[in-house]
RNA sequence: CGAGGCGUAGCGCAGCCCGGUAGCGCACCUGCUUUGGGAGCAGGGGGUCAGCGGUUCAAAUCCGCUCGCCUCGACCA
């Protein structure tokens, strides 16, 4: 397997098969989940989903189709979908009695074409109109989790694929100021889960307008850098304004019995947040997870040389499992006779499994087991005793170690830069995040794009403000934004 | 959608130029020996050579078309 830094793409496909998270499908674009890569997403949603839950939304699920129509009724929302929707039109096949090949019954053709969902916000506020009168409906503040299809270019394995899985947010609420704050409160409760679960570090932000949700006023966004030195949005939360309350007529009635028309936020994260992970620790050995999300959290490997041994050693590993199981430890025992202990060292590490015990003959007798950090890769002995009591323990470090590890490699490939040939030498032979003043105009914006291929990634949130000269027309700026190349 | 590369066993590839019995490595199955960093030996199974059409006595190989995949761009969670 390459280093990273010398062929990632290569590198990356290589991980996301071997290591068993997914596969390519006979469609273009679309992906098969595999048992690992698919325990690891629900490990991701069932943290996210009591987030949600513990801040008082509920689950619920809106259709796969939405009538063409509906796609049509907010403007900006249609011109920024239409060119990567599936349509189904028609709903029967036959056999072309000529050439024996199944097609579509040509009279068998939909009314209305219906869209295969990119996004749910002209489904849902079709039934939020029938769900909000008055006041005391909201906030309405419905999740669900679903799959959506966007026909992309140019899919790639989590970070981009035709169909994906997310969860999408959609929120009705009574004032702006609320929504708004809703909005913020969703992007927190993203950059925490991200950080803390992930171990990825974030920059919080607010996209420029041309970078916007289609249909948006305002999209917040958390954005990280990857050990390619390209950017990744790992989440964004959106305040919709009126524009669909205004498009799908949802208002209510408020205290006063005034008429009014609901403001909304929409939000999601999705699978990429799996390419996410593995872009942001992985190394030349393969996958590296943080233990909270990790499937397998440790795995111990039995060593023998003999029938007696093997019994012995297998049962030691057994035993200790148990133990660890007790604790809410997600662990495996690797005993399969078929491998040899070199091949389930490689196997586990190529799988990210944060924490690796071994325990052989040697140990058996002086009571030790030898115990391996995926992400250092140092061995240690320790006694039995210590890897029953400690594992919760070192499992923790690994989780903060991994986060440290990342905000310095982001740390070392962010450039605070205030002069237009600098910062295209560092986005031609580094990348990274360019840190730089820009004077708030979206020809400016468009004009570094064409040239550096770099874009707006956010404008952060918590940056204090700095008077400076924009650093491409050399106009008045107050506060440096984040460009960088993104996937 | 533009430019380049590639489709041969589950995976990775050779064979194609110069048409004539479809091969190698890994994986898989059986047996024996092994087991502290991807084991060894012996035996074995597995293929509409991406698809369709053409040239030919004969096509994985030559010609045409179609489809798919990968990389790089423009578009995007």
Request: with cysteine; glycine share 6%.
């Amino acid at each position: 397997m390459p280093i990273p830094m010398q062929d990632i793409s290569e590198w990356y496909q290589q991980v996301v098969e071997q290591a068993g998270l997914a596969e390519h499908s006979p469609v273009r674009g679309a992906m098969t989940i595999k048992p690992y890569g698919w325990a690891l997403w629900e490990n991701i949603q069932r943290p996210l989903d009591a987030a949600f839950k513990a801040t008082g939304h509920q689950n619920a699920y809106f259709p796969l189709f939405i009538p063409l129509s509906f796609l049509a009724k907010e403007a900006q929302h249609v011109e920024g979908f239409a060119q990567e929707c599936a349509v189904v039109t028609h709903y029967r096949i036959q056999t072309d009695p000529v050439s024996h090949t199944v097609r579509p019954d040509p009279t068998a053709q939909l009314e209305e074409p219906l869209v295969v969902r990119p996004t749910s916000e002209t489904i849902i506020w079709n039934t939020f109109k029938r769900w909000i009168q008055s006041y005391r409906d909201l906030p309405l503040l419905i999740n669900q989790w679903a799959n959506v299809v966007r026909w992309e270019k140019r899919p790639r394995l989590f970070l981009r694929t035709t169909e994906f899985l997310w969860q999408e947010g959609h929120t009705a609420h009574a004032t702006a100021e609320e929504a708004l704050k809703e909005a913020h409160q969703m992007l927190d409760i993203y950059a925490d889960f991200v950080q803390n679960y992930l171990a990825i570090p974030v920059i919080k932000g607010r996209k420029t307008p041309t970078e916007r949700f289609a249909g948006a006023e305002e999209t917040f966004t958390i954005e990280t850098l990857l050990i390619d030195g390209k950017a990744l949005q790992a989440g964004t939360s959106h305040f919709l304004g009126q524009n669909f309350a205004r498009a799908f007529e949802v208002q209510f009635l408020n205290e006063r019995s005034e008429l009014e028309y609901v403001w909304a936020t929409s939000w999601g994260v999705s699978t990429r947040l799996i390419g996410a992970l593995i872009l942001s620790h992985g190394d030349e050995k393969g996958l590296v997870l943080p233990p909270r999300v990790a499937p397998i959290q440790v795995v111990i490997v039995p060593v023998w040389r003999n029938d007696t041994e093997q019994a012995e050693t297998t049962a030691a590993a057994h035993q200790l499992a148990q133990a660890l199981q007790a604790q809410g430890v997600r662990v495996k025992v690797d005993d399969d006779p078929h491998h040899r202990p070199g091949w389930k060292f490689n196997e586990w590490e190529l799988r990210g499994v944060p924490l690796r015990f071994v325990i052989g003959p040697k140990d058996l007798s002086a009571g030790t087991v030898e115990v391996t950090p995926r992400h250092t890769g140092q061995k240690q002995s320790v006694s039995l005793d210590q890897a029953r009591t400690s594992a919760k323990e070192w499992l923790e470090t690994i989780q903060k170690e991994l986060f440290e590890r990342a905000k310095k490699r982001i740390e070392a490939n962010t450039h605070r830069v205030d002069s237009y040939a600098e910062m295209r030498t560092i986005l031609e032979e580094k990348g990274g995040f360019i840190l730089a003043h820009w004077d708030g105009t979206a020809e400016t914006e468009l004009a570094i794009k064409e040239e550096t291929g770099a874009t707006i990634r956010c404008i952060p949130l918590d940056a204090p403000p700095e008077e400076g000269k924009c650093i491409y027309t050399g106009r008045p700026s107050q506060q440096r934004v984040v460009f960088a190349k993104a996937y």
